[in-house]
């Protein structure tokens, strides 16, 4: 009872030392994976890098000891941490400190929906998001994911546009304007130390390596360089004005959001009190309001793009003063220090008096030492509305990944699993992790596999790797410093690398060309909607749920006749011939209100065709269910055919379906005398009776004859039946 709700009780049941060594050198293992990336996939979540150790920090052992999985690496994901930016663009800055709250109240729903999906042990819910989807989703999210580091790799500075593919061209464009190529080389060196250590197969974590190599050569080389000027230090009378008309509209955005909002309350206000005219007149003066504000942003937008687009040369003047002139206005290429210098520009008014110019390339910069202080998430209730969907989403999703990876170390390891344990555990992660400044998580594929490859035995793994998380955030914080972005954003398109999968799209159509078509629609979907990520999720989860649905309500409904392996098959499928005077229809599916009247339409089309027919028998050995549709209309089915002279019999019931038969009293009408075991019983019974004083000299139930002539010199693969469900009561029969 104990290690039902404290699963990692089990494991010191055969606990020694040396499996304590083997989980200790997993888990700093881990940890020298985790550090780097976890720093990464925080700023793909759009908060500042040191949150993704904080995300490191609780949660990793919080989920070992409650989930059921001994190997599985929590922590920050590329996946989850998009999503997490994708979810929370909207609400405020990407880095501010009310983007950083709903980040954490964001953890807290996640961890809530997952925790009580677990506790209800509804764990099948997971099986909404089928494999096509799934794979669509994820390989259009490894290009998006990918994409968004392109920036930081050329060392471009753009607004994000309102499409994702948008801001991809606008990307490129900036790029091929001006491209920071110290920032470029950085990345492509991590790159390069990535690639050779993974084909050396060294013990050497890549990730590590390239993270360490590049902050050296970054502090040795001084690869940062950031000069705060006054503005008269430009000499630029454009880049002037330009700063200061983009000053006067950020400046003027705070006032007319301030105006806005009481705008608002005053139309609340008003709909209480009844005054229709007063609340049209708010109505009124927020929408001109909101038009003025986003004319001020585009405005803004205009500027920055202008300001960013500036190139200058530095110029140092006998006396010491710096000033910068525009590279337009030189002459010669070689004019000034050799560096190309940019005005660095945010959201934010720039102060004339500390203009930021930088000439070098971008780093972490200060990362805070020390560790997180434990504090409860604001909880902004008119927030939760839009957050809750997609946590919902993120936390099925977060989930998937955690299990299909768990599932597989379990497969090598004999480890039992338990799903829904599993849920618990990634939700009380998130949910402690929350309170420690860490926003979404779940179980990295990645890393897993490094803790299983490095031979973790138990949980105590991850308990190893928190503590080294632990140690870098007092310790070794300032050594992070000079570490260069264009490396994270190597170190994240080389993770996000291993989620493409082309083969899946191939692998979905072969097994069903609709599963192909719902697996590209949802990658094309995906990556045309992004930054809205949950919407080509949602459309995937729309057509699966109607194709399974339009399978459901026109189930296959056919006539058998004996093939060469002396058993029933598909007449039509196999070329078979169908015998005139007896019909034996195979319904394969469930009898529900949804297709009933589509068995009703068959078996009237089947006694159209059949000008003959004598006797029909159903085999309901692939109905396994009935409901009160079903049940009354194949009672109106048996009613119909008995009075158009034909007889009707069922063979092969399963016990459900008897059950309900017995219940509604609809055995009684159709006779337990016309009930079998199976066809050969059933066709013993009535052929004879059937074919007596007919024409009919082969008989295709009985013998293999084919449709056309030759057919029986072709290769017939018979499809092999279903096991046929026989009622454990075994009905009378006529012999």
């Known amino acids: 009872m104990l290690t039902k709700f404290f699963p990692f009780l089990d494991w010191f049941k055969d606990f020694t030392p040396k ?29 500042p890098a040191y949150y993704g150790l904080y995300a490191s920090l609780l949660p990793p052992v919080v989920a070992a000891l409650f989930g059921s999985s001994r190997q599985l690496a929590t922590g920050p994901v590329a996946i989850v941490s998009l999503m997490t930016a994708a979810t929370l663009e909207p609400l405020a800055s990407s880095g501010s400190p009310g983007y950083i709250a709903y980040a954490l109240l964001l953890a807290i729903l996640v961890g809530g929906i997952q925790l009580i999906i677990g506790t209800l042990r509804l764990g099948v819910v997971i099986n909404l ?124 955005i705070p006032l007319l959001e301030k105006k806005r909002t009481l705008a608002t309350l005053q139309q609340s206000q008003f709909k209480k009190q009844g005054d229709t005219i007063a609340m049209l007149d708010a109505k009124r003066d927020k929408d001109v309001l909101n038009i003025q504000i986003d004319q001020l942003k585009y405005r803004a937008l205009l500027n920055r793009r202008e300001i960013r687009r500036q190139l200058f040369s530095r110029i140092i003047s006998p006396k010491g003063t710096l000033s910068f002139i525009n590279q337009k206005d030189v002459e010669s290429p070689d004019f000034g220090d050799g560096r190309t210098w940019r005005i660095k520009i945010g959201d934010r008014p720039i102060d004339p008096e500390g203009v930021v110019i930088s000439g070098g390339g971008s780093v972490v910069g200060m990362i805070p030492k020390g560790l997180p202080s434990i504090t409860r998430p604001m909880v902004d209730f008119n927030a939760i509305p839009h957050l809750f969907f997609s946590a919902a989403i993120i ?48 179980g990295s594929f990645s890393r897993s596999a490094v803790n299983l490859q490095a031979g973790a035995v138990t949980g105590m793994s991850s308990f190893f790797t928190s503590l080294a998380v632990f140690i870098a955030l007092l310790f070794f914080t300032p050594l992070l410093y000079h570490l260069p972005q264009s490396v994270l954003a190597a170190v994240i398109m080389m993770a996000v690398v291993g989620l493409l999968n082309i083969h899946g799209f191939i692998h979905a159509w072969r097994a069903q060309p609709h599963d192909g078509v719902i697996s590209v629609i949802t990658f094309v979907a995906t990556l045309a909607f992004a930054p809205d990520l949950d919407k080509g999720i949602i459309l995937g989860v729309g057509l699966s749920l109607g194709v399974f649905l339009y399978k459901s309500m026109r ?42 009247s589509y068995m009703e339409d068959q078996i009237a089309m089947h006694r159209q065709n059949k000008p003959h027919l004598k006797h029909i028998i159903l085999v309901a050995r692939g109905i396994n269910d009935m409901d009160a549709s079903g049940q009354e209309t194949l009672s109106l089915v048996v009613d119909r055919v008995r009075s158009a002279g034909i007889d009707i019999s069922l063979c092969g019931v399963t016990q459900p379906v008897m059950a309900v038969l017995e219940r509604t009293h609809l055995l009684t009408k159709i006779g337990e005398d016309h009930i079998y075991p199976n066809i050969d019983i059933a066709l013993k019974a009535i052929h004879e009776k059937t074919h007596k004083g007919e024409d009919e000299e082969e008989c295709p139930l009985t013998r293999v004859v084919y449709r056309t002539v030759g057919i029986q010199d072709k290769k017939v693969k018979p499809i092999p039946d279903k096991p046929e469900g026989i009622a454990t009561k075994a009905p009378r029969h006529k012999q």
């Open 129 to 252: 998001l089928s494999h096509p989807v799934v794979n669509g989703f994820t390989n259009a999210a490894a290009i998006i994911i990918a994409t968004t580091q392109l920036p930081k790799l050329f060392g471009v500075y753009i607004d994000k546009a309102d499409y994702h593919y948008e801001t991809v061209i606008q990307v490129i464009r900036a790029a091929g304007y001006y491209t920071h190529w110290p920032t470029f080389l950085m990345g492509v060196i991590a790159f390069a130390i990535m690639i050779i250590l993974k084909r050396l197969h060294s013990r050497i974590p890549g990730v590590l390596a390239a993270v360490v190599v590049t902050t050296v050569m970054s502090w040795a080389f001084q690869f940062e360089q950031n000069i705060t000027v006054h503005l008269e230090a430009i000499k630029d009378s454009n880049i002037n004005l330009l700063i200061n008309d983009f000053n006067d509209t950020q400046n003027a």
């Open 555 to 596: 189930p296959r409904v056919i006539s058998l006749s004996l093939s060469p392996d002396k058993r029933h098959h598909d007449a039509l499928g196999h070329g078979l011939k169908e015998c005139r005077y007896i019909d034996v229809v195979r319904f394969d599916g469930p009898l529900f209100f949804a297709n009933s």
């Open 395 to 442: 936390a099925l999703l977060g989930f998937m990944e955690a299990i299909s990876v768990a599932k597989a170390m379990a497969a090598k390891t004999g480890q039992r699993l338990d799903p829904n344990q599993e849920l618990i555990g990634q939700g009380l992660s998130n949910i402690t992790g929350a309170f420690t400044g860490s926003y979404p998580v779940s």
């Open 19 to 47: 499996r304590l060594k083997m989980d200790a050198t997993a888990g700093l293992t881990v940890a020298l994976v985790l550090i780097p990336q976890s720093m990464a996939y925080a700023q793909l979540a759009g908060l």
